[in-house]
């Protein structure tokens, strides 16, 4: 079974400090997408991430940046600089190869402290 | 705003009833995925479609049902409601031009639809 797991039911950072998410995934596929996705308080699910399982580099969107290391299958999320606005579930998110459907994890709560 | 759009925002209904909800996808995307949010199961995905067509089908049960039609907007119809269905329900469209899957392709989720059975 593919399957994805969040360790962490919740985390909590400083404003203006880092957090890193944890993200571990199980599949046998070679050919597979990550994401991460944030809901907030108004339950939108927001893209915040992707990242190729084929590209080395690792995915960097402004404050996010995520450390894929495929042979541990692990795919985590940092926050840089928190901000009051990042607080949310955060939900990684695996797209296998011979598969349609997004599989998530169970998602990590993200509290701000002013 | 990600471009997908889904109605009613909420719905508040009774055990036993019948009710539809709506999604239409971002312009261009051919794609329509629903999700189910609840708090026990988390995130399930429900059903594909592509073009108009199944593709792949999830963790949904008999008393659901999903279409899309031409103009590309998707419907899923839940009927027999139970207690249990209670739950945020999530539509995404993405591109996938070739139709075989396109793991590639990311999905963008609509405002989700929160349906709750009295």
């Known amino acids: 079974a593919q399957t994805v797991t969040q360790s962490q039911p919740e985390m909590s950072v400083q404003e203006a400090e880092t957090v890193t998410l944890s993200c571990t995934y199980d599949?046998?596929?070679?050919?597979?997408?990550l994401f991460w996705y944030k809901q907030p308080p108004s339950r939108q699910m927001i893209l915040v991430i992707r990242?190729?399982?084929?590209?080395?580099q690792n995915a960097t969107e402004n404050r996010f940046s995520v450390n894929f290391q495929k042979a541990a299958k692990s795919f985590s999320l940092k926050i840089s600089d928190s901000q009051l606005g990042d607080a949310a579930m955060y939900f990684c998110?695996?797209?296998?190869?011979?598969?349609?459907?997004?599989?998530f994890g169970a998602g990590t709560t993200v509290t701000v402290r002013a | 705003d990600s471009g997908v759009t889904q109605t009613p925002k909420h719905l508040i209904t009774a055990t036993g009833q019948r009710v539809t909800l709506r999604c239409s996808p971002r312009?261009?995307?051919?794609?329509v995925y629903w999700y189910q949010q609840s708090l026990d199961q988390g995130l399930q995905f429900l059903i594909h479609?592509?073009?108009?067509?199944?593709?792949a089908k999830g963790n949904i049960l008999e008393r659901f049902s999903a279409q899309q039609f031409p103009d590309l907007h998707s419907e899923l119809n839940l009927s027999s409601l139970e207690l249990g269905d209670s739950a945020l329900y999530f539509c995404?469209?993405?591109?996938?031009?070739?139709?075989?899957?396109?793991?590639?392709?990311?999905?963008?989720f609509g405002p989700g639809t929160r349906l709750t059975v009295l």
């Open positions: 998110a695996c797209r296998f190869s011979n598969d349609y459907k997004l599989s």
């Open positions: 599949t046998s596929e070679s050919d597979y997408y």
């Open positions: 479609y592509y073009n108009g067509e199944e593709r």
């Open positions: 995404a469209s993405s591109v996938t031009t070739s139709g075989s899957g396109g793991a590639g392709d990311t999905q963008y």
């Open positions: 990242q190729e399982a084929y590209k080395q």
């Open positions: 312009s261009g995307d051919l794609s």
